[in-house]
Nanobody
């Protein structure tokens, strides 16, 4: 069974850090582009960051540039999102997604084949 499972979401104070993980099962991530996207209540889904399967292409939304870092560990079949200097506006459910490809990655979740169920990140004092 193909599955992506996110973890690491939490309540954190402004200025704090979190690392989200996304573990894949039922398939290997080696040949997949990977995306983190988020959705806050009443807002559209927003592509946060993506990385191509060959690691040659990365993307960060302007709202997170310099604060978030995406990475992948194909040996662990897991992707990560390191988040620093968190702001209240980062509050959202964060999802991971995987799509077959090599040198591409796009911030649109609908370009991807598999999505996880999401993990809640709340930034509040």
């Amino acid at each position: 069974q193909v599955q992506l499972v996110e973890s690491g979401g939490d309540l954190v104070q402004p200025g704090g850090s979190l690392r989200l993980s996304c573990a894949a099962s039922g398939f290997t991530l080696d040949n997949y582009a990977l995306l983190w996207f988020r959705q806050a209540p009443g807002k559209e889904r927003e592509g946060v960051s993506c990385i191509s399967s060959d690691r040659g292409t990365t993307y960060y939304a302007d709202s997170v540039k310099g604060r978030f870092t995406i990475s992948r560990d194909n040996t662990q079949n897991t992707m990560y999102l390191q988040m620093a200097s968190l702001k209240p506006e980062d509050t959202a459910v964060y999802y991971c997604a995987a799509g077959v490809g090599s040198s591409w990655c796009f911030p649109d979740p609908y370009e991807y084949d598999y999505w996880g169920q999401g993990t809640q990140v709340t930034v509040s004092s």
